[in-house]
């Protein structure tokens, strides 16, 4: 679980950061826009995938497949056995391998993946164009020279339906993460988009009476 969590969200989330940031409102990016409105819109971004990781150091890849929900400020990944899910209130991470769920209270200032966290070091540095080919797929690229930033280069891919098929990002250290979604759509939130009902007999291990 933790390499899903260190790296599957953190390419996946790089959809949502740089979708609801306005450090890049401004500029003329009409497709980026759109993807920015349906989260705005509390829509969430419903896909199966496949994620690549490349650590240009070591010359390691790992492959991750899995189905991911992820809004605005909620998100849920399943993958192979695991199963993790943030509502905004409370952290639930699933291990099917040892039967057991550990719940915690979801602090944003203590989850290094939080959208709001990831936010930090977005700004007004990067710059932001739209490359549209001739089979409707519109490319949008992400681009900043500072080198606090999480990531130095983001390239999205959209469909004509405004359906994000791809993502690649490089980050600080130049690993690329590569992401491809299958059956992407947008689905209107309900309350039960990020509930987790775990399988009978699992075992709950409550870390929230422990905070008190």
Known sequence: MKFLKNWVFK????LVIFSTTGAVQEQNSPKFDDLKDRFEQNQVFSATFIHEFNDTFTGEQQLTEGTIWVGKDRYKIESGNSIMVVDGEVSRVYDGTKGRVIISEYEEEEDDFAPS???????DSYTIREEAAA?????VYLETEDLFAMFMQVTIWINPAGTPLRIEATDQVENELITYFRDGRFITETED????????????IDLRHESR
């Open 11 to 14: 390419a996946l989330i790089t």
């Open 117 to 123: 966290r990831m936010l930090q070091g977005v700004d």
């Open 135 to 139: 089979d409707g797929i519109t490319r």
């Open 193 to 204: 988009t990020f509930r987790f009902q775990p399988p009978e007999g699992t075992e709950l």
